[in-house]
Nanobody, 127 residues
Framework: QVQLAESGGGLVQAGDSLRLSCATS????????MGWFRQTPGKEREFVAG????????RYTESVKGRFTISRDTGKDTVYLQMNSLKPEDTAVYYC????????????????????WGQGTQVTVSS
């Protein structure tokens, strides 16, 4: 069973930065593609960023391109989401997820492609 735990959320002002962390079960990176999603009340959970199982390919939703960066540290079994130039519309609960069926250089953005989820961390950006 893959276990994921997010941290690093908080309350910041527009223009600030945050780095979210997702601690995973040992060895998860070598087996799975990883993704970050976010959700606001009344809306569906949406894809934000993804990293392929190979660690080579990244993929971002259009609204965060150039501001957010997904990365991993295999030695620490942790995935990161560096968020810069935050905007009030980035306010959401952010979730880390693992895709056990997509290998190599592919990143899938669909919710249904991800099999394991963390509990989420709240990010609030004030204007």
């Amino acid at each position: 069973q893959v276990q994921l735990a997010e941290s690093g959320g908080g309350l910041v002002q527009a223009g600030d930065s945050l780095r979210l962390s997702c601690a995973t079960s040992e060895g998860t990176f070598s087996r799975y593609a990883m993704g970050w999603f976010r959700q606001t009340p009344g809306k569906e959970r949406e894809f934000v960023a993804g990293l392929s199982q190979s660690g080579v390919t990244t993929r971002y939703t259009e609204s965060v391109k150039g501001r957010f960066t997904i990365s991993r540290d295999t030695g620490k079994d942790t995935v990161y989401l560096q968020m810069n130039s935050l905007k009030p519309e980035d306010t959401a609960v952010y979730y880390c997820a693992a895709d056990r069926a997509t290998f190599g250089f592919v990143v899938k953005p669909s919710l249904s492609d991800y099999d394991y989820w963390g509990q989420g961390t709240q990010v609030t950006v004030s204007s």
